[in-house]
């Protein structure tokens, strides 16, 4: 109920989704020079959410798609933009991005950032300076939900960034701990063998 009331009106469903990105802020790490921050805490499981919101979102982030060859309006842009922050938020929790990877959102994402880049090289082109700001925001933040649903670890940014992956190192105890289990094992195993063939 609560999700075809947010289907009719696209006002309230607006006020929504910024109230839920506002409230999950810290989860949206768009900043690509740095090493990604940890957040101990984690956004709500994709049960928690009122019942079809994600064909609702689905629906809203299609119809933003095809209007935007006529080119989005602005309250449609800021639409556009809170949907991508959603999914990265929601994608933060591990348990949600296989059901978020399995819809065709990342689809109509992708084709919105070609269509962005397409408009940002043609006006570079033609020397138009405008304000390019919110659709700088919406690639950053598309590319932020690609790699939350590729790369939901984020090693790929650790990497870049320098950050150098060490393997634990083994003391002498540790080695010798493990030779003594192993030896242990394989005499057990032996002694096994024995009585199974007597």
């Known amino acids: 109920m609560f999700s075809s009331f947010l289907q009719k009106d696209p006002d309230y469903l607006k006020l929504w989704l910024d109230s ?3 409230s999950y802020e810290q989860f949206l790490d768009v900043d690509f020079e740095k090493l990604p921050t940890r957040v101990d805490d984690i956004p709500p499981g994709i049960s928690l959410l009122p019942d079809n919101i994600l064909q609702v979102l689905r629906l809203q982030l299609l119809q933003c798609v095809q ?7 602005e309250q449609q842009q800021t639409l556009s933009l809170l ?4 999914f990265i938020i929601l994608c933060r929790n591990l348990a949600n991005v296989e059901e978020i990877g399995m819809c065709s ?7 919105m950032t070609t269509l962005y880049i397409q408009q940002l090289k043609s006006k ?4 138009e300076v405008e304000d390019q700001t919110p659709i700088e925001e919406f690639v950053r933040h598309a590319l932020a939900f690609c790699e939350s649903l590729y790369d939901p670890y984020r090693n790929w940014r650790q990497r870049i960034a320098g950050y150098v992956w060490t393997g634990m190192v083994g003391t002498v105890v540790c080695e010798s701990f493990n030779h003594e ?3 242990s094992h394989h ?3 032996v002694g096994f063998l024995k009585l199974d063939v007597i």
């Open 124 to 127: 570079t082109k033609e020397k």
């Open 83 to 86: 949907l991508v922050k959603f």
């Open 20 to 22: 839920f990105v506002s």
């Open 181 to 183: 289990s192993i030896e």
């Open 187 to 189: 005499r057990n195993m």
């Open 67 to 73: 209007k935007m060859s006529d080119g989005l309006e």
């Open 105 to 111: 959102y990342i689809n109509h994402v992708i084709t």
